[in-house]
T-cell receptor
Framework: KAGVTQTPRYLIKTRGQQVTLSCSPI?????VSWYQQTPGQGLQFLFE???????NKGNFPGRFSGRQFSNSRSEMNVSTLELGDSALYLC???????????FGPGTRLTVT | AQKITQTQPGMFVQEKEAVTLDCTYD???????LFWYKQPSSGEMIFLIY??????QNATEGRYSLNFQKARKSANLVISASQLGDSAMYFC???????????FGSGTQLTVLP
């Protein structure tokens, strides 16, 4: 069974731009969660989607948004990028959201 | 208060020896889950082991075991027979009650010495 895939793996953007990251969960998994990892703040929860609905959201500004498609693939979008948005963005999938979460390789975003 | 505390920023262990990575947690929920993940320098978070709050037995997965002491609110990871490939950052995480998200500790950087 294929694991969680994330694209792109690396991204360099300029302040003020927007970016879209993609995550394909493990086949059969319907829950997708997103996390941001930075050296200063560690791993922080962004949001979770299940069956195309956002079920939970972390403490991030509205510039961070996401969506989930009918095939469970998910995208997250960050608008008006700031230098502090530079981070590793990790996507995790699980069958229902309450079981083990399996992570993808992450997208490393650098904002200059 | 920190929900997950990992007090060892860095640990060294000799190859083939066992090592214990500490994790304490704080929750008022009766139902919760505890997880350990490994993150190599490549960045991917690899799921290692899970312990539910109602599980009577300590979880084991191959060379990994979780030393769960509920009264002390600790969930230490024990790696037996360390290998060079075990060198990585290790994160303890918790999911409380009906929450969907995981709360992570700050991690322990483990280095296995040849």
């Amino acid at each position: 069974k294929a694991g969680v895939t994330q694209t792109p793996r690396y991204l360099i953007k300029t302040r003020g731009q927007q970016v879209t990251l993609s995550c394909s969960p493990i086949s059969g998994h319907r829950s997708v969660s997103w996390y941001q990892q930075t050296p200063g703040q560690g791993l922080q929860f962004l949001f979770e989607y299940f069956s195309e609905t956002q079920r939970n959201k972390g403490n991030f500004p509205g510039r961070f948004s996401g969506r989930q498609f009918s095939n469970s693939r998910s995208e997250m979008n960050v608008s008006t990028l700031e230098l502090g948005d530079s981070a590793l963005y990790l996507c995790a999938s699980s069958f229902t959201g309450s079981g083990e979460q399996y992570f993808g390789p992450g997208t490393r975003l650098t904002v200059t | 208060a920190q929900k997950i505390t990992q007090t060892q920023p860095g640990m060294f262990v000799q190859e083939k020896e066992a090592v214990t990575l500490d994790c304490t947690y704080d929750t008022s929920d009766q139902s919760y889950g505890l997880f350990w993940y490994k993150q190599p320098s490549s960045g991917e978070m690899i799921f290692l082991i899970y312990q539910g709050s109602y599980d009577e037995q300590n979880a084991t997965e191959g060379r990994y075991s979780l030393n769960f002491q509920k009264a002390r609110k600790s969930a230490n990871l024990v790696i037996s027979a360390s290998q060079l490939g075990d060198s990585a950052m290790y994160f303890c995480a918790m999911r409380e009650g009906g929450a969907r998200q995981l709360t992570f500790g700050s991690g322990t950087q483990l280095t296995v010495l040849p």
